[in-house]
T-cell receptor, first 112, second 110 residues
């Protein structure tokens, strides 16, 4: 099976802009989770989607949002970008049996 | 809540064993995981252990779990240069939300 894929791999934006990141889960996986990784805060949970519904949410402002499509692909959106949003955004998918999360390569977002 | 702690840095000679430690606070954790992250890459799942197990061995990897002390360790036997990476432990209480430690950088010296 192909692994989790994320596009784009790298993004450069300026403050105030918005950005959309995409994640395609492993075939058959219905859960997609998003994490933010920064040197200062480490890995932090953003949200999880299952069957097109947000099932869990972390402690991030409303500027961070996401959605999941009927084919389980997911997107996350960050509006009104701030310098502190510069990070590696990781997506993970899991199956219903084990809930073990498999990660994609990440999208490196740089906000200037 | 979940709070996972790891030490930050480990240097080891090629061929020796590496031991990485982790403590966690959520006693309701059901699964505990070890992930590996190489530079510029995502997280690679190495192994996991269910909370009712004490030990799990998978080739060069041995995971030990001490539930009483909430202590998790990963031993890598015969450490290779390709094992140089950052290692994260993570826990979940079954809500599909992983809580990660800050990671432990392992540097393998040839």
């Amino acid at each position: 099976k192909a692994g989790v894929t994320q596009t784009p791999r790298y993004l450069i934006k300026t403050r105030g802009q918005q950005v959309t990141l995409s994640c395609s889960p492993i075939s058959g996986h219905r859960s997609v989770s998003w994490y933010q990784q920064t040197p200062g805060q480490g890995l932090q949970f953003l949200f999880e989607y299952f069957s097109e519904t947000q099932r869990n949410k972390g402690n991030f402002p409303g500027r961070f949002s996401g959605r999941q499509f009927s084919n389980s692909r997911s997107e996350m959106n960050v509006s009104t970008l701030e310098l502190g949003d510069s990070a590696l955004y990781l997506c993970a998918s899991s199956d219903s049996l084990t809930d073990t999360q498999y990660f994609g390569p990440g999208t490196r977002l740089t906000v200037l | 809540g979940e709070d996972v702690e790891q030490s930050l840095f480990l240097s080891v000679r090629e061929g020796d064993s590496s031991v990485i430690n982790c403590t966690y606070t959520d006693s309701s954790s059901t699964y505990l995981y070890w992930y590996k992250q190489e530079p510029g890459a995502g997280l690679q799942l190495l192994t996991y252990i269910f909370s009712n197990m004490d030990m799990k061995q998978d080739q060069r990897l041995t995971v030990l779990l001490n539930k009483k002390d909430k202590h998790l360790s990963l031993r890598i036997a015969d450490t290779q240069t390709g094992d140089s990476a950052i290692y994260f432990c993570a826990e979940t209480s079954g809500n599909n939300r992983l809580a990660f430690g800050k990671g432990n950088q392992v540097v393998v010296i040839p």
